[in-house]
Every structure is written in C-alpha cells, then in structure tokens.
C-alpha cells in the first residue's frame, strides 16, 4: 500500500473560485418562482404572522411587487386569490368570476408588463369554499365527502377564466381525479390550446401546508384533505399520478412539498422527461425563519443547501418563498 493517498480531495476545494467553477448545481434567479396572496382592497400590504416577510396584498400593491421581482431577476410568479368569507359559497363561484382576485391581478400585470412577467393562477376552489375544501360536498351512503367529478367542470371554468384574464400558465392543485383532462379540454374548446397546464401531480397531504392557511385564509371547516392528497406513506402512487396526468395533456408536473419528497423528484425525474417543479411550502419557508430569527442556522447557507438539493433532486423550477431574498443574495 502507498503510504498515502495520491489523490486527494482536497485539492479541488482550497480554492474557492475553482470551487464555484465545478459546481454541478448552481441556483439562479430563472430557476425561481414567487407565489403572490392577493385580496381585494387598495394600499394593502398585510403580514402574514406565520410566515414572516410574506404578505398579502390588494392588486395596486401587488403590482408594485411584482415590478420589484422583475427588477431583481425574478419573472415568474405563482397567484392565489383571497376573498372574504361573505363571497365564499358551497361551490366556490368567486374563483371564476371576472373579478376575482387572482383576474384582476392577472389583467393589471399583463398590462403592465405584458410578456415580461410569466403569470400562473393558481387553479383550485378550496380558498373559495364556505366549507374550504377543493371541490363541492355531497352526502353519499350517509357519509360527507368532496364530490370529484362534480368538482371537474367548476375547476376548468376557472381555468378558462383565469387564462381568458391574461394567465399565461394555469396550475390545478386540488388533486381531483381527472382534473388535467378536464382542463385540457376545456381550454382547448375555447381557443386556449397553447396555454400549458402546470399540474400539482403529485401533491401530498402534509402537516407543512400550516402557515399557508393562515396566508390563505381556507382552511377546512370539516374534516381534511387526506381523501384527495395523497399519503406520504404510500410512494408508490407518485408515478400513477405523474403518468395520468401526463397521459390528460399536463405539460410540467409538480411535486409538493419538496424537501421532505426530494426521493419521489429524483424518482420522477429518472422515469420522465418532462419539466418537472417542486414547491418549497410554507412550513418549510417557517421552518428555516423561525431557525434564523433565533439564530440557529446561517439562513442565507440553509437557504441555498435546500434549494439546491431541490435542484439537484431534478426540479428545473422552484417555487418557493424565498425568491426575493435569493434574488438579493445573488445580485
């Protein structure tokens, strides 16, 4: 045996100019894309305590937002529509209304910077619901459950609303069976068939969607989401999902959340080629705050270890909180 190794590691990480030339992984502000809250209202910028930094906004504010995204590199964004409790009904109808939140946003940033700023709706009803689930409930054999198939077509209408406001991709997230080919086609018919569709294919029911609620302001007022959303203890099923959807026309699929999933990314990305995106949740976002703010972790090091590692698992987007403060950090 030689009295010591001849190749050393080392050597390729003194430097740390050569170390930032051999990065494999490197996260960009093109790799990013910010979710916007947005309510009704003017001059709003209202915090959301569970999220610190995070904020829901009226359509005036969120504009200037987004221009200060844009600014800084970031020119994708994710929207989620608020309404008030009084608008929400058993079936959801403020989600496709011509005034909905999420249109009137879409129709004020399409004006404003037209196809420089790449806009996706958020498409569910649950933020719509009285009750706050993701389609209609009705009562079967004595039992409360989400009606799946009633739910399609409200879903699509929405989507169609959405891209017809200026949406440029729409992104179903309420894991309805059949939900993509519903929308497919609905777009289709009318005269929307160049508009991808952004599925959250494979979307599980976790406890780190908390702070989005809040954010969201749709809870469920019975029972969960676990009949819909699928179950972190049965992997298996990510590939159904991710081939069904693909099998209804879905041009990129989502996983969600994304780093306590990043086995089902890397699973995915080795058995298709198609654009995937992982969505770094809220809890996550929290998680990594609530550490900073008390000074156990280097936020900026956690920050871009677990983006990476998203990346790394084979996301080519990430949706994630911290696309402005990235977006700081790099510039």
């Given at each position: ?29 093109d ?18 305590a ?6 829901q ?12 995204l ?29 005034d909905?939140?999420?249109?009137t ?12 700023l ?32 009633a ?15 200026g ?6 997230s ?51 989401r ?12 990510s ?8 099998d ?24 298709t ?13 929290a ?13 900026r ?10 990346k ?20």
């Open positions: 045996m030689s009295p010591f190794p001849q190749r050393r590691m080392r050597r390729l990480r003194t430097n740390p100019t050569l170390r930032d030339m051999l990065a494999e992984v490197q996260v960009t502000c790799d990013l894309i910010a979710p916007i809250f947005v309510r009704g209202g003017e001059g709003l910028t209202k915090p959301i569970s999220m610190p930094g995070q904020n906004y009226s359509v005036d504010t969120a504009v200037e937002y987004a221009a200060r844009l600014s800084k590199g970031i020119r994708a964004v994710l929207l989620f529509g608020i309404v008030d409790e009084a608008a929400k009904d058993d079936l959801g109808s403020a989600a496709w209304a011509d909905a939140p999420v249109q946003l879409t129709r004020a940033l399409d004006e404003r910077f037209g196809d420089e790449l806009i996706i709706a958020d498409t569910c009803l649950c933020e719509y619901t009285s009750h706050g689930h993701c389609g209609p409930v009705r009562t079967l054999h004595g039992q409360t459950e989400i009606d799946n198939d739910a399609l077509d409200l879903i699509a209408q929405t989507a169609v609303n959405q891209v017809k406001h949406a440029d991709i729409v992104a179903p309420s894991m309805m069976d059949g939900q993509v080919g519903a929308i497919r086609e609905a777009l289709d018919a009318a005269g929307y068939e160049k508009t991808p569709i952004m599925s959250y294919s494979v979307k599980f029911a976790s406890s780190l969607y908390g702070p989005f609620r809040d954010a969201a302001e749709s809870p469920p007022k019975f029972g969960d676990r009949t819909y959303q699928m179950d972190y203890r049965t992997p298996s099923q590939s159904a999902e991710a081939a069904l959807d693909l209804e026309s879905a041009d990129i699929l989502m996983v969600k959340p994304a780093g306590a999933y990043l086995d089902i990314l890397a699973q995915l990305r080795d058995t080629d198609a654009p995937l995106a992982a969505y770094q949740v809220s809890g996550e976002y998680q990594l705050k609530a550490a900073a703010q008390n000074g156990w972790i280097d936020e090091g956690a920050v871009f270890e677990t983006l990476s590692a998203i790394r698992a084979g996301a080519q987007l990430i949706i994630t909180y911290y696309a402005e403060q990235v977006a700081d950090w790099l510039g």
